[in-house]
């Protein structure tokens, strides 16, 4: 059984930092193409970063480029995103993704909130 477990939400101030970790289990990590998502009830669901399996290219979404990494260890099969200088739209629920081929998966999502 796939499982995607995400950590490392919380409630911020306006410039904080936070790290998100996603632990994958049931599946060969490093096969798959990992990506977190976020999600403002009543929106629609954004792609926020996307990593290659091995780790060599990154993307953002323009919104967080220069502030978000995101990051992998093979070994642990985990999926990091390093977000700094928080910003108030930034608040959502944020959720990894595991894609190979057409198989994809969703972890349940950790709430990021940004508020004074």
């Known amino acids: 059984q796939v499982q995607l477990v995400e950590s490392g939400g919380g409630l911020v101030q306006p410039g904080g930092s936070l790290r998100l970790s996603c632990v994958a289990s049931g599946l060969t990590f490093s096969w798959y193409a990992m990506s977190w998502h976020r999600q403002v009830p009543g929106k629609e669901r954004e792609l926020v970063a996307t990593?290659?399996?091995?780790?060599?290219?990154?993307t953002y979404v323009d919104s967080v480029k220069g502030r978000f990494t995101i990051s992998r260890d093979n070994a642990k099969n985990t999926v990091y995103l390093q977000m700094d200088s928080l910003k108030p739209e930034d608040t959502a629920e944020y959720s990894c993704?595991?894609?190979?081929?057409?198989?994809?998966?969703w972890g349940r999502g950790t709430q990021v909130t940004v508020s004074s």
């Open positions: 990593i290659n399996s091995p780790g060599t290219i990154t």
């Open positions: 993704k595991a894609a190979w081929g057409p198989k994809g998966y």
